[in-house]
């Protein structure tokens, strides 16, 4: 399943490779599910035109083993945290800005924390710049989408029996693009945590837009 309801512009071809400058105005959805059909038209892909709310994220997850976040604004992405804790679906995370990127997977483990257990609040907007503010270097979005992909993959070959190796659980990975370099986080799961350390939340019940100041 791919959900985007944006279309393609100019500035997204130096980091998006399934468009191209044909593509230019098309729905992003439409241009990625004729370049996936391209590469292998045995894939299915079932495209969702639409932006991730409250009202539709459950029935947009619902249905699928993994969920890959690759969203570019906090409330989206607390919202898709969030509903992943309550389906209990396993999340991979993936954030990029300028020459820097960031990784990890959440996997609905009893010691495996969530988004809200590294983020529990979202930054002040003055202080989280946006992507057409700040810029992004092409690449790196390549790279931190692969390494989703990888963990997306190993996760799903593990739960089927092909022990591949590990995922980044409890393990924040940051790359650093202006000295070619990964580091990692420890991360730990929040026994308080306001949304996976409570059986009762509900994301419903939450405001997202006046949460993250948008």
Do not use: M
Not at 48 to 59: E, G, I, K, M, S
Request: glycine share 6%.
């Amino acid at each position: 399943g791919l959900v985007d309801f944006d279309h393609v512009s100019i500035n997204n071809l130096q980091r998006q490779i399934l468009h191209g400058t044909s593509d230019v105005g098309r729905l992003k959805v439409d241009s990625a599910v004729e370049t996936l059909h391209e590469i292998n038209p045995d894939v299915k892909v079932q495209a969702y035109t639409a932006r991730v709310t409250p009202d539709n994220v459950w029935d947009l997850v619902a249905n699928y083993d993994v969920v890959i976040d690759a969203s570019d604004n906090f409330s989206t992405r607390f919202l898709i945290n969030d509903v992943c804790v309550q389906a209990d679906k396993p999340l991979v995370f993936g954030a990029v800005l300028q020459f820097f990127g960031q990784v990890t997977t959440f996997t609905r483990t009893a010691e495996c924390g969530c988004y809200r257990c590294l983020f529990p609040e979202a930054p002040d907007p003055e202080n989280a710049p946006t992507c057409t503010e700040a810029g992004i270097f092409g690449v790196t979005t390549g790279i931190i989408g692969s390494i989703q992909a990888a963990q997306a993959l190993v996760l799903l070959l593990n739960r089927n029996g092909f022990e591949v190796g590990s995922v980044l659980e409890n393990r924040l990975q940051i790359y650093d693009g202006t000295t070619s370099s990964f580091r990692e986080i420890k991360l730990k799961r929040n026994p308080d945590c306001a949304v996976c350390g409570r059986r009762e939340f509900d994301f419903r019940k939450v405001d997202y837009v006046d949460l993250c100041a948008v």
